[in-house]
C-alpha cells in the first residue's frame, strides 16, 4: 500500500508524538514532528521561543514550517496542539493528507500533563489552563475526517485503530 502524508492533530497531551512515532514505523515512513522543526529552523526549544518572541512569533513559525514539511511525503506528520488555530492551515492540512485527530477526556489530560515543564500555555497550573484552553478550543479538532479516543488505550492499541480506519 502506498501512503501520502498522515496528519496527526489534538491537543496537548493526546499523544501525537507517541503514537506519530510508532504509527510510521508500524507504516514503514518518515514521522516528521512540526515541533520538533520549529526549533530546529529557530535554534531554540519551544518554550524559549514563546519567551523571546511570542505567542504570535511561534505561530507563524508554525504555520511556515508546516507549510514547508507538507512538500514531502509520505510521512507521519505530528502537529502541535494550536496548528489548528488557523483555518489556513487546517486547509492545508486537510488538502495535503489524511488527518486523524487523537482526542483524551479532560481528567487523563490533565494526568497525562501533570508537572509538565516544556509546554509554556501550561505555565502557571496545569489543570486550570487545561481547563480553560478545552472550554477554548471545543470542536477545533472535529474537522479531521478520523476521530480517535486514546483513553485509557495504550499506544499499540491506538496504532492498530488508526490503521484499521485509514
Ligand atoms: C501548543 C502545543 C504544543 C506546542 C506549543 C503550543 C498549543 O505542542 O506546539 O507549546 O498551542 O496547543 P503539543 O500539542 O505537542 O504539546
Redesign the pocket.
Known amino acids: 500500500m502506498t501512503y501520502g502524508n498522515v496528519i496527526l492533530v ?5 499523544g ?2 507517541t503514537v506519530g512515532s510508532a504509527l510510521a514505523q508500524a507504516l514503514g515512513i518518515p514521522h516528521r ?3 520538533e522543526a ?1 526549533a530546529e529552523r529557530e535554534g531554540c526549544s ?2 524559549e521561543l ?1 519567551a523571546t518572541k511570542g ?1 504570535r512569533y ?1 505561530r507563524d513559525a ?1 504555520s511556515a514550517a508546516l507549510r514547508d514539511l507538507l512538500r514531502e511525503r509520505p510521512q507521519v506528520l ?6 489548528v ?1 488557523r483555518p489556513e492551515n487546517v486547509r492545508l492540512m486537510l488538502q495535503e493528507g489524511t488527518v486523524i485527530a487523537l482526542s483524551a477526556t479532560e481528567q487523563e489530560l490533565i494526568r497525562r500533563l501533570e508537572g509538565d515543564t ?5 505555565a502557571g497550573g496545569v489543570a486550570d489552563r487545561v481547563r480553560r ?1 478545552l472550554e477554548e ?1 471545543k470542536g477545533a479538532y472535529d474537522f479531521a475526517p478520523i476521530q480517535i479516543d486514546t483513553t485509557g488505550k495504550d499506544v499499540s492499541e491506538i496504532v492498530a485503530e488508526i490503521r484499521g480506519r485509514m
Open positions: 489534538g491537543f496537548m497531551g493526546t501525537k508524538t514532528d512540526l515541533d520549529i519551544i518554550p514563546f505567542e511561534f508554525e505530528t502537529t502541535g496542539g494550536g496548528a488555530l516544556g509546554r509554556p500555555l501550561l484552553l478550543r
